[in-house]
């Protein structure tokens, strides 16, 4: 039923940075959100996800350290920040709720984003 707009995407050179945003219809201070991704020919893949409050997070290996996800509840927003961004880091990215902890499986999540597209050149 809620409606998820994911924006922010571009191109960048490698060891730039992008900030991701998804803007959502309706309230989701109850709900853990979480980003994936998803390059041409390659499985959806788990990127981060953040509890409802804000107070824990969680990251794939591959961008521990690089990209940090947060919120503003009363904007019923997620952000995704990306720094020091590499070629690998070229997908789609997706922004998703889940229906209630969160979890590292799309199948788990209930409502999606569009996506956007986020190329990153060396």
């Known amino acids: 039923q809620v409606q998820l707009v994911e924006s922010g995407g571009g191109l960048v050179q490698a060891g730039g940075s992008l900030r991701l945003s998804c803007a959502a219809s309706?309230?989701?201070?109850?709900?853990?959100m979480g980003w994936f991704r998803q390059a041409p020919g390659k499985e959806r893949e788990f990127t981060a996800c953040?509890?409802?409050?804000?107070?824990?997070?969680y990251y794939a290996d591959s961008v521990k350290g690089r990209f940090t996800i947060s919120r503003d509840n009363a904007k019923n927003t997620v952000y995704l920040q990306m720094n020091n961004l590499k070629p690998e880091d070229t997908a789609v990215y997706y922004c998703?709720?889940?229906?209630?902890?969160?979890?590292?499986?799309?199948?788990?999540?209930?409502?999606w984003g569009q996506g956007t597209q986020v190329t990153v050149s060396s």
């Open positions: 998703a709720r889940s229906p209630s902890y969160g979890s590292t499986y799309p199948n788990e999540y209930d409502a």
């Open positions: 309706g309230r989701i201070s109850s709900n853990a």
């Open positions: 953040i509890s409802g409050k804000g107070g824990t997070t």
